[in-house]
């Protein structure tokens, strides 16, 4: 069985930093791109960011770049995305999420297969 497991969240103040993992078990880590997704209360999901388990390539969406960091452990199957300098508009439910397909834009676009339960970030201002 596929899983993915958030961890890493709460609630953070406004200018900090937040590091989320995301535990894969249950399917070959190396094989499968990993990213993840937020979405904050009334707005649609967001693709923030994914990484290939095969090569290391990342894709970030335009707005959060250079403050988002992915990476990715395949020796712990985890994959980790770093937050800087938060703000109060990144409060969500930050979830990831999995494919052996499905890469880049079209990863971000969120039509994947494997999605985590979600865990909530806040940050204070």
């Known amino acids: 069985e596929v899983q993915l497991v958030e961890s890493g969240g709460g609630l953070v103040q406004a200018g900090g930093s937040l590091r989320l993992s995301c535990a894969a078990s249950?399917?070959?880590?190396?094989?499968?791109?990993i990213g993840w997704f937020r979405q904050a209360p009334g707005k649609e999901r967001e693709g923030l960011a994914c990484?290939?388990?095969?090569?290391?390539?990342?894709w970030y969406a335009d707005s959060v770049k250079g403050r988002f960091t992915i990476s990715s452990d395949n020796g712990k199957n985890t994959v980790i995305l770093q937050i800087d300098s938060l703000k109060p508009e990144d409060t969500a439910v930050y979830y990831c999420?999995?494919?052996?397909?499905?890469?880049?834009?079209?990863?971000?676009?969120?039509?994947?297969?494997?999605w985590g339960q979600g865990i909530q970030v806040t940050v204070s201002s």
């Open positions: 999420g999995g494919d052996f397909f499905l890469k880049g834009p079209a990863f971000l676009a969120g039509g994947i297969d494997y």
């Open positions: 249950g399917f070959i880590f190396d094989g499968y791109y």
């Open positions: 990484i290939s388990n095969r090569d290391g390539e990342t």
